[in-house]
């Protein structure tokens, strides 16, 4: 079975740092683009950052020069991490990732089942 496991949320102050992990684990012939979104209470969910699996990167805009996004993938684990943390960056954290199960079959997209990261002013 395919399962993206989290790691690494938690609860910092406003300015400080987290690091999140996503490793993805099964019968995996190729991981393609990673990536990660956040949901607030009452919010809709939202793009954070995604990586291909060539390494090219885009950042929503409320978190560039703050978030980076990489990727292992020897280990097939997607890491987010997190500097100059803000209140409005608490919410949970959820990692995504297309999955190539078999040669020449189309990706299945999978859904971690999400970290809760929370940062106080």
């Known amino acids: 079975q395919v399962q993206l496991v989290e790691s690494g949320g938690g609860l910092v102050q406003a300015g400080g740092s987290l690091r999140l992990s996503c490793a993805a684990s099964?019968?995996?012939?190729?991981?393609?683009?990673m990536g990660w979104y956040r949901q607030a209470p009452g919010n809709q969910r939202e793009l954070v950052a995604v990586?291909?699996?060539?390494?090219?990167?885009n950042l929503a805009d409320s978190v560039k020069g703050r978030f980076t996004i990489s990727r292992d993938n020897a280990k097939n684990t997607v890491y987010l991490q997190m500097d100059s943390l803000k209140p409005e960056d608490t919410a949970v954290y959820y990692c995504?990732?297309?999955?190539?199960?078999?040669?020449?079959?189309?990706?299945?997209?999978?859904w971690g089942q999400g970290t809760q990261v929370t940062v106080s002013s």
């Open positions: 995504n990732a297309d999955i190539s199960l078999r040669f020449y079959v189309p990706p299945k997209n999978f």
């Open positions: 990586i291909t699996s060539g390494g090219n990167t």
């Open positions: 099964g019968s995996i012939y190729r991981l393609n683009a």
